[in-house]
């Protein structure tokens, strides 16, 4: 199982950017689905991105996309999402999973605050 670690999480005023990193450890990580998933207290997490295992597909939750890119380098085992553009409504602990499937993960990190002023 790949361990993840976040990184990157702030505060940042309305219009920001932030970009968020996310380490993992195995040799598997260029296998792997990732994707970042964002939770506010007394809701559902909820998906953010996803990128494919080499980079070549990307998806995004509607709320976010033009503004959040998700990428990933493989000699690194890191995957990043770049945030521009950021709202009051993008404030939460955003997560990074591994092997994404069907809107669940096989591993998640710890989390990362985000957390955007009006």
């Known amino acids: 199982q790949v361990q993840l670690v976040e990184s990157g999480g702030g505060l940042v005023q309305a219009g920001g950017s932030l970009r968020l990193s996310c380490a993992a450890s195995?040799?598997?990580?260029?296998?792997?689905?990732m994707g970042w998933f964002r939770q506010t207290p007394g809701k559902e997490r909820e998906f953010v991105a996803t990128?494919?295992?080499?980079?070549?597909?990307?998806t995004y939750a509607d709320s976010v996309k033009g503004r959040f890119t998700i990428s990933r380098d493989n000699a690194k085992n890191t995957v990043y999402l770049q945030m521009n553009s950021l709202k009051p409504e993008d404030t939460a602990v955003y997560y990074c999973?591994?092997?994404?499937?069907?809107?669940?993960?096989?591993?998640w990190g710890q989390g990362t605050q985000v957390t955007v002023s009006s």
């Open positions: 999973a591994a092997d994404v499937k069907d809107g669940t993960a096989r591993s």
């Open positions: 195995g040799r598997t990580f260029s296998r792997y689905t």
């Open positions: 990128i494919s295992w080499n980079g070549g597909s990307t």
